[in-house]
């Protein structure tokens, strides 16, 4: 089973930068994407963005396009997004989740495995 842990959220100004990682299972076709998810409280769950880790291709939401990026180190198996000119509608939890899929859309329901979360919050 593909396994998911993010990290890198915390507290940041308006305008400041983040960089959110999600580690990885060793790459399968369980993974042939990896797309971070984000969930405000009372809002629904929206993608991002997302890497399909063969290729490298990206998707973005156009909220982020412009000031964040997704990346991947396929040595550690590690997917990043930076996010930069944060603003306080980016506060929320962001997701890490994976996706047999090999070009899927940021809809979540085309993603089959999730981390747990890591908490965002812009002021």
């Known amino acids: 089973d593909v396994q998911l842990v993010e990290s890198g959220g915390g507290s940041v100004q308006a305008g400041g930068s983040l960089r959110l990682t999600c580690i990885t299972s060793t790459y399968t076709t369980a993974n042939n994407c990896i797309g971070w998810f984000r969930q405000a409280p009372g809002k629904e769950r929206e993608g991002v963005a997302r890497i399909a880790t063969r290729s490298g291709t990206t998707l973005y939401s156009d909220s982020v396009k412009g000031r964040f990026t997704i990346g991947q180190v396929t040595a550690n198996n590690t997917v990043y997004l930076q996010m930069n000119s944060l603003k306080s509608e980016d506060t929320a939890m962001y997701y890490c989740?994976?996706?047999?899929?090999?070009?899927?859309?940021?809809?979540?329901?085309?993603?089959?495995?999730w981390g747990q979360g890591t908490q965002v919050t812009v002021s």
């Open positions: 989740a994976a996706t047999s899929n090999v070009s899927p859309s940021l809809l979540p329901s085309r993603f089959q495995t």
